[in-house]
């Protein structure tokens, strides 16, 4: 049977999903739509799709699945619209914003025509947009959350699911309202907090120029989530505003009590606040992908000689293997490395081990 899988919104996430949902299923039909005429033309182009459609209209009109994986504000609209245009009578609607609570709400308007529709967050991305960063493998071993309501049959939840096999992800079944506060908490708190990091450096900057100099390395890493779209953070943070306005309290009357113990020269209570806080973020899973993408690091400890860098970037090159970023830190404390190789997945870091302790014998160290 052929299956047509029509995605409205064909950026980093709609083109991520076409090209895993293909992996899986080669016989599905995908069509894609978007606003911008460009990003669309560009999915076309690099075969994220198979069929461009100008209006939803006319590519919802045959799917059996339609995902919506457009910015969450513009989503609701998009909900409305195809609540008023006839679709086929099985058809299962998703989308993949990162709040769920109104989405959900506002999904009333297809509830109410018999139109099956089921929340969804797959929850790997990336700060980069667009289809161009658009990836098969970006939700492989990610949580992917679901918030169907009460009234989703269990078979639609399960097609949902068979069709999605192919993003290698683990699917978590919780409420709307659930899905809002783990978020705020694991991942919406912390872009807004990296921005608040920033927007100090950079005030602090404005009287003391060596800020930016220094803000290399470790501030950057910690800080990389800062680099995400406004537009879309601006949008997921209205959208889970209640939340996020309990989560700053807390976050501010914590920020107080560490401004206390400081004040008192509390030194058992700032020993026992890093001492928690290591011994929690230690137990944390390393394997599984969380909503902020860990950075799969190696160290290569190499010696100072010239087209050392062009060397190891050959031999991975040579073995095909991908990599993300390339830098050299100057700080030889903590990591017996200087050259810092990102690699996308844990498989691939193991793989580049392997490459370079192959043609080389420079000293590895694996990353935190
Ligand atoms: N970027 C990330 O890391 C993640 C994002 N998400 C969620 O997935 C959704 C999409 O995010 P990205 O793919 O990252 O954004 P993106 O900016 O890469 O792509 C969004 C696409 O939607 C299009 N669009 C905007 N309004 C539209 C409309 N009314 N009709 C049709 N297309 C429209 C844009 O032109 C753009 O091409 C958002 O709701 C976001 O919250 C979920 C997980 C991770
Ligand atoms: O790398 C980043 O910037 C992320 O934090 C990825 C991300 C962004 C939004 C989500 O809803 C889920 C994951």
New binding site residues.
């Given amino acids: 049977m052929e299956v047509r899988v029509f995605i409205i919104g064909m950026g980093l996430i709609g083109g991520s999903l076409a090209l895993s949902i293909k992996s899986a299923h080669p016989n599905t039909t995908m069509i894609g739509y978007d606003i911008n005429q460009d990003e669309l033309k560009m999915a076309k182009k690099l075969g994220v799709v198979d069929e461009i459609a100008e209006k939803i209209a006319i590519g919802a009109r045959n799917a059996d699945f339609i995902f919506i994986a457009a910015p969450v504000n513009e989503t609701e609209a998009i909900m409305m619209e195809l609540s008023e245009i006839p679709l086929k009578t099985n058809v299962i609607i998703t989308d993949t914003g ?1 709040t769920k609570g109104k989405i959900v709400s506002s999904a009333a308007c297809l509830r109410e025509k018999n139109i099956t529709f089921i929340g969804g ?1 797959p ?5 980069k947009s667009g289809v161009f960063a658009a990836k098969s493998i970006l939700f492989e071993n990610a949580f992917y959350l679901l918030t169907p309501t009460e009234d989703v049959q269990e078979t639609h939840i399960e097609s949902l699911k068979r069709l999605l096999g192919g993003t290698k992800a683990k699917f978590l079944l919780i409420s709307a309202e659930e899905h809002d506060y783990l ?1 705020g908490v694991i ?1 919406h708190l912390p ?1 807004l907090i990296a921005a608040s990091i920033v927007h100090q450096a950079e005030k602090s900057s404005r009287s003391q120029e060596l800020v930016s100099r220094l803000a290399a390395g470790g501030f950057r890493d910690i800080t990389r ?1 800062a680099s ?1 779209s406004p537009q879309m953070w601006r949008d997921i943070l209205l959208h889970n505003k209640t939340v996020m306005i309990d989560l700053l309290e807390e976050w501010k009357n914590e920020m107080d009590a560490v401004q206390n113990m400081l004040v008192h020269e509390n030194s058992q209570a700032i020993f026992d606040y890093f001492h928690i806080a290591k011994q929690f973020r230690d137990l944390l899973p390393s394997k599984e992908k969380g ?3 860990a950075f799969y690091d190696l160290f290569v400890d190499i010696p100072d000689y010239p087209g050392v860098i062009s060397e190891i970037t050959g031999f991975l090159a040579k073995e095909n293997i991908s990599i993300t970023n390339i830098r050299i830190i100057e700080t030889r404390e903590e990591v017996y490395g200087i050259l810092v190789i990102s690699f996308q997945s844990e498989s691939d870091r193991q793989l580049g081990i392997e490459c370079i302790r192959k043609y080389s014998n420079f000293d590895i160290t694996v990353g935190p």
């Avoid at 929850?123 to 700060?127: D, L, N």
């Fill in positions: 990162s967050h929850m790997a991305g990336s700060h978020t991942s872009h989530i995400s909503a902020i993408p």
